[in-house]
């Protein structure tokens, strides 16, 4: 015998299937209306994207500038003894016993300050900041060469008088980079030659041992000047910036072992800069988020009043339905349609005008704004829970309207 299939059975899917029809033709007889209320849900769709990749692209700009410093430099310097009348500070050898007693570091340099002055011309004279380094200095602090070229270790080993200077003193002693090079600087008596022009790879207006008034020379020649083992820095440069932590400790460890107990050496890196900078982004977008959040639950109450209204509109029709043997959860389904339409229009839209900005500038720029798929994901999903959230109680209402009175109801 023939199996006969109850139509029961196949009702929830032409439910389903009729709902969302009956939704469109309904969306289509109010065009204005609809899209006046899927507005407020495109606006807060695209804010909750757009905030994110704002604070995306804000969080991968503060790291860029904090990477271009040097994420796997490592500073040492003296801070303190017990008498400061016999300060106890570090010298070169400390860091030739950090590179032959602790793995992972790669390179280093020691920075010798002075300050000397300088003629130039016309009976006038300028200050001029004078690092002593070693040729590593250059990449250990990811300086950037401008002009000419930095140290090499033949300066260092055949104690060649010869500097490198920063961009902008470059610019105001001899009018640009290019012309400063070959320049002759005197230094205490000893002519310099300039072979080179720098800068920092991101500014940090003076903060830094390296100022725009600055002049690199070899570490063998500062000797010259001191007459002392003692520098006032190590850099140190890790393999990995993942070794930063671990290696600066070894390194603190490995200097205070040389010296005496009583003195304090600062040992610093930038992952503490790393992680505040990263908590910081992160709190903003947190907070700019909730913001969204409040744009999309205010669409939500448009999406919720319009309803409202539709269901006082059309309570003769729902009459109708119910007297030709519609049920309550079939009037509810077919009100919820409507407001789960409306709001897929108006994420769908958010979306678009959300990734439209970051994708121009991918497109118009050399830019590249970072775009999250996840802040997509979520912001489909929230406009779907809005229009469920914020379609129940409009649905619910209908399918409660007595089917007598709403015939009655004109």
Do not use: C, W
Request: charged letters at 15%; zero cysteines.
């Amino acid at each position: 015998m023939a199996t006969v299939v109850p139509t029961a059975s196949r009702k929830p899917s032409m439910l389903l299937g009729e709902s969302f029809s009956f939704a469109y033709d309904t969306f289509r007889s109010d065009k204005l209306q609809f899209s006046l209320t899927a507005l407020g849900i495109i606006i807060g769709t695209a804010s909750l994207i757009l905030v994110v990749t704002i604070g995306m692209t804000g969080k991968q700009y503060v790291l860029n500038q904090i990477q271009s410093i040097g994420l796997n430099m490592i500073e040492a310097e003296y801070y303190s003894g017990a008498q400061e009348n016999a300060a106890d500070f570090l010298t070169i050898e400390d860091m030739q016993a950090v590179l032959q007693r602790v793995s992972g570091v790669v390179s280093a340099s020691p920075v010798v300050p002075l300050d000397e002055r300088i003629a130039i011309g016309a009976g006038k004279e300028r200050d001029l900041h004078v690092l002593g380094v070693l040729p590593e200095y250059g990449s250990v602090r990811n300086l950037v060469v401008v002009s000419g070229r930095f140290l090499g270790a033949k300066d260092d080993q055949a104690h060649n008088k010869v500097g490198v200077i920063q961009q902008k003193l470059a610019q105001e002693l001899y009018g640009s980079v290019e012309q400063a090079v070959g320049k002759v600087v005197t230094l205490g008596g000893l002519p310099f030659t300039v072979i080179g022009t720098f800068r920092e790879r991101v500014n940090t207006f003076g903060q830094s041992e390296v100022t725009d008034n600055s002049m690199v020379i070899p570490y063998s020649v500062s000797r010259y000047f001191t007459g002392t083992p003692y520098v006032r820095q190590l850099y140190f440069s890790a393999a990995d910036s993942s070794l930063v932590i671990p290696l600066t400790e070894q390194i603190h460890r490995v200097i205070q072992s040389r010296h005496r107990p009583a003195s304090n050496y600062v040992m610093q890196n930038l992952t503490s800069l790393v992680s505040l900078a990263e908590r910081s982004a992160n709190a903003l977008t947190i907070v700019s988020l909730l913001i969204a959040i409040v744009t999309l639950l205010v669409g939500g109450l448009g999406i919720m009043n319009i309803m409202l209204a539709t269901v006082a509109s059309r309570i003769h029709e729902i009459g109708i339905r119910k007297a030709i043997g519609a049920t309550k959860a079939e009037i509810r389904f077919q009100f919820l349609s409507e407001a789960i339409l409306i709001a897929a229009v108006g994420g769908v839209g958010g979306i678009v005008v959300g990734l439209a900005l970051p994708l121009s500038v991918r497109f118009l720029t050399e830019y590249r704004i970072p775009i999250s798929g996840l802040s997509v994901i979520v912001a489909v999903l929230a406009s779907a829970m809005i229009g469920i959230l914020f379609g129940t109680v409009p649905a619910a209402r209908a399918a409660e309207l007595d089917p007598v009175e709403s015939l009655r109801y004109e």
